[in-house]
Structure formats: structure tokens, C-alpha cells
């Protein structure tokens, strides 16, 4: 039986923080998409929707994407498409046309479900996030974030805002294995290289849902001085599967474990030489 | 201990004092407004889609208190019998409708959809109904009322470039 204690709308991200701090059982609300279903929830909200978070900007190189953003807002301003049409194609892809209305960038940073589809492409953009604490502002990288295990992280901590660097000569790749298109999908595959001519100078490739957490495979910097061809995103493939074997999961019945370890290397695969030309 | 909101409701201001747990579907099904259907309670299905400020959101899986001050538009805004909404006339003059219950919310999100894009391809339609689920699965009948509507209102605004 959900039980909600009580409910405040702060005003400041500070005032809400605050709050959070004088209650073991308070917990922050953003689209309310998740917490809603929470049959158990006993709780007090703390309404995040007056602390002036829904905001979207580019300066200074940067997309600035404030924590109360829903995915909509993102797909409807013209600078989401700064970190290439795979950002754009990995936030359509995100649940259906009206829970898209609805859902946050902030809350699903600070959930970090399986199927949450920015997880691998923030990995590799080097994505940042703005964070409030106790002591003021501070900057965690999302890579940095991840690895802190999210929830341990952000208690007392409030997501204020997620930072992409806008970076030109580098191309963004995505793809995802599902039923259908607005499947929850069990594996998400992202890449960022940049090239010089043919010659890639960069790569970084990340893969998510299927696992715990996002997670860079290291195998990609074997594309580095390599002119990218199929068989080298072949290679990179089998790389994310030796680094990943034995720590695939699935809660999909549609896609066991056994399954997503075949078909790794074949989305790794497709992420690599399929997106990037 | 009961918080007050208010809501405008198909363009009536009103006020309501709830529990803050309660999920705004209830509030309004509760308020009278039963054209919002209570289907999964999971926001997967689509029934109790209402539009807040002019977007589809799914009113069982937002607390009432995250709507406090917005615009909220239900079925009953749309239309009634006498006086049907064109998406709504198409619906029913294309044989879209089987048992009916997951209607009222399609019929948001196609009103949705036809506000910012008049003249949506097939395709369009199907992304913008990919949160609204048929169990009759009447998708073929119901894609068909879609563009029978778009068509019927972009020529009641003069819009006869097909």
C-alpha cells in the first residue's frame, strides 16, 4: 500500500536538498513515471517541478540539458541534435509517445534503469553532470558517476543538470536490440569516434541494459591508427564480448542471457560500421 | 493530511483537497470525469491518456499534486453526442471503434498529434499511438479514422492542398 507522508514543491534546488536532509524517507520527484508505480512507496515527496530545472541551452560549447527536461522537451529544441542525429535517434527510441512526455532526463540518470537508452551514448560523449551537495555545486563525470554506483552517490546529492560537450569532428553511433520499436530493449550499443581522413584518432564504445550498469568496452581503441571497416568493427565486437562474458543479464523472457551473448558482438558490430557510415 | 490544488479542467478552474498519493487518474475518474479509463495503472496501456498543458500524459502514473496549477484536458473536453469532435466522427464513421475502451485515450493522443502536425504519414500516426494499446487490435480501422480526421480538419481551416 503506497503511503506518502508527506508532499513539498520547493522553490530551490537548495530548499529541496534541505528537505531531503531532514528525512530518511524522503524522495526526490521528477516525472514521477517510476515512484508513481512504487505499490510500496512510503515516502515524502519532494516535488522538483518549481525548482526551475526544465531548461535546455548550447553555450560555450556545451548542451545543457537541465535535470527536470523531459524527453519531449529534448526531441522538440533545436540544439539536441548538437551531439549527432544517433542522440536524437537514441531519445525517440525512448519508451512510447506519451511516456516521453513525462519522463526526465534527471530521473532517469538517478534511477539508471536497464532500458534507459542515453545511458551507453552519455558514456561516450563524456557527458558530465552539475550536482548539488551540501557544500555547494560540484561537476561528477558521467563515466565517474556510473562507477560510483548512482544511488550510494546521490544520497544527500540533488542531479541539477547534465553537460554533452559539443565536440564537431566527432561522430556519434547508436543501436539497440528490441521486438519493436518501442520495445523496452535489452542491450544498447554507442559509439563516438572521430577520424582524421580514413584514420580513426578516437574511439569509444559503451554498452548498457544488458548489464548492471554502462560500461566502456576498452577493446575499441583498437581502432585507433585503423582505417574503420566492417571486420575491424568485427573485432571490436568480439572484444566487447570477451570483456562482457559471464556478466550479461536480462529480466526480458524474449531475450535470455545465452541470446544477448550472441548477439553482442553483431550490435557492437552494426553500432560501429553501421552508424558511422 | 490532505493538500489543496487546483486544476483547470477542460477550461473550468477547480479545486480539490487529497491525500498526496493520489494519483491524478483517481481524482479525476472520482471528480466525474469517466472518460478517462483505468486500465494497466502502469502507463503502458494508454487509456487514461489526458493532455496537461496541451501534451498526452499518462494521469495514472502522475501524482495529482505534480498537476496543481496546469491545464488539464480530458475526453468530455473534447466533445460530447451532440456535438462530436471531427476525430471523433471520423472514429466512429471508419468503424474504428470495437469494445471502445481504450478510445478516449487514443482520441488524445491523435488530438495531440494533429495540433502540431496536421497532415502526419502513416507512420507518424503509428509512432504517435505507439503508447495506446487496442486489445480488440482495430490498429488497421483506427489508422484510417486518423487520416480521415487530419483530413476533415485541415479542410475546415481551408487547407486544401491535397
Redesign the interface.
Known sequence: M???L??H?PAAPIDALRISQSSTKARF?AG??Y???EKT?ECT?I?L?NCGLAHISEANGNLRIGAMSTI?DLLLHPASSGPGKAFLQALSST?????R??ITIGGSIAGMLPWFNLAAPLMVLDASLLVLESSGETTISFRSFVANKPREYLKNRLILALNIPLVSDRELCFSRLSLT??DFAPMFAAASISREGETVKAAYVAVSGCLPGPVMISGASELIGKKLSRSEAETVGQAALHELQGKIISANPNFPPAYLEEVLPVVVADCLYGGAN | ?K?NLKLQINGTWKEFSI???T?LLDLLRTAGYQGVKDGC???EC?AC?VHIDG????S????A??A?GRSITTIEGLGNPDHPHPIQEAFVETGAVQCGFCIPGKIM?VKALLDRNPDPDEHQIR??????LCRCTGYVKQIEAVKLAARRIREKKGDHHE
Request: aromatic content about 4%; proline content about 4%.
Open positions: 503506497r503511503k506518502i508527506d508532499y514543491a520527484l514521477g513515471s515512484l508513481s508505480r512507496l515527496l516535488d517541478k519531449t519508451g512510447h509517445a506519451i511516456v512526455n513525462q520499436e518501442v | 493530511m493538500k491525500e498526496p498519493g494519483l495503472r502502469e502507463g494508454g491518456t501534451r498526452p500524459i499518462n495514472c502514473t502522475l501524482f499534486l505534480q496543481d493522443s509512432e504517435a499511438l505507439s503508447g495506446n
